[in-house]
T-cell receptor, first 111, second 115 residues
Framework: RKEVEQDPGPFNVPEGATVAFNCTYS??????FFWYRQDCRKEPKLLMS???SGNEDGRFTAQLNRASQYISLLIRDSKLSDSATYLC????????????FGGGTRLMVKP | GAVVSQHPSWVICKSGTSVKIECRSL??????MFWYRQFPKQSLMLMAT?????????EQGVEKDKFLINHASLTLSTLTVTSAHPEDSSFYIC???????????FGDGTRLSIL
């Protein structure tokens, strides 16, 4: 079983749609959680950190459920520019800041 | 602006060549940097943790003699792919964070193609 699992997609949605991604992690001792966005042939860029209380940044909302060990990302009012691969990332070792990446979920927003 | 700089961004070379990739933290000191590799349509896989002033820590399955890491200063880590072969062709990315527990910032990545 992978340490961080995501549905690879692709999720094909029309502009303006709301789309949600889920991610599950296996290590209950995980400390920090993030969503990164990666465009084709580019490096990952931090989209947002994920907190237990849930957090929102504009059209993006992230939730963490420690009991069920899953993380979600909700994108409202999808834009064409949201098309990318979204990586769920978990930090197992705060002392070392090492990250473990999910396989990514590909989103394609169409006109 | 960029927080972590990586150079070169693209390398094409013959099989057997050694290739050095640099990763710099631009406005902060990074005692720890990380090197990742990403094959097409796959996620990033951690190769090694680069520690300033000491030996790197390699992940299982990563040959330390093939992927030489040097972290000689607080702002620079280098990854040298020695005697590269076509199967080493990949996207190599480094990362660092300003402080412990803060999100990682990634370099632009180096696309390595071995002919």
């Amino acid at each position: 079983r992978k340490e961080v699992e995501q549905d690879p997609g692709p999720f094909n949605v029309p502009e303006g749609a709301t789309v949600a991604f889920n991610c599950t992690y296996s290590n209950s001792a995980s400390q920090s959680f993030f969503w990164y966005r990666q465009d084709c042939r580019k490096e990952p860029k931090l989209l947002m950190s994920v907190y237990s209380s849930g957090n929102e940044d504009g059209r993006f909302t992230a939730q963490l459920n420690r009991a069920s060990q899953y993380i979600s990302l909700l994108i409202r009012d999808s834009k064409l520019s949201d098309s990318a691969t979204y990586l769920c990332v978990v930090n197992y070792n705060n002392a070392g800041n090492m990250l473990t990446f999910g396989g990514g979920t590909r989103l394609m927003v169409k006109p | 602006g960029a927080v972590v700089s990586q150079h070169p961004s693209w390398v094409i070379c013959k099989s057997g060549t050694s290739v050095k990739i640099e990763c710099r933290s631009l406005d902060f000191q990074a005692t720890t940097m990380f090197w990742y590799r990403q094959f097409p349509k796959q996620s990033l896989m951690l190769m090694a943790t680069s520690n300033e002033g000491s030996k790197a820590t390699y992940e299982q399955g990563v040959e330390k003699d093939k992927f030489l890491i040097n972290h000689a200063s607080l702002t620079l880590s280098t990854l040298t792919v020695t005697s590269a072969h076509p199967e080493d062709s990949s996207f190599y990315i480094c990362s660092a964070s300003r402080r412990l527990n803060q999100p990682q910032h990634f370099g632009d990545g180096t696309r390595l193609s071995i002919l």
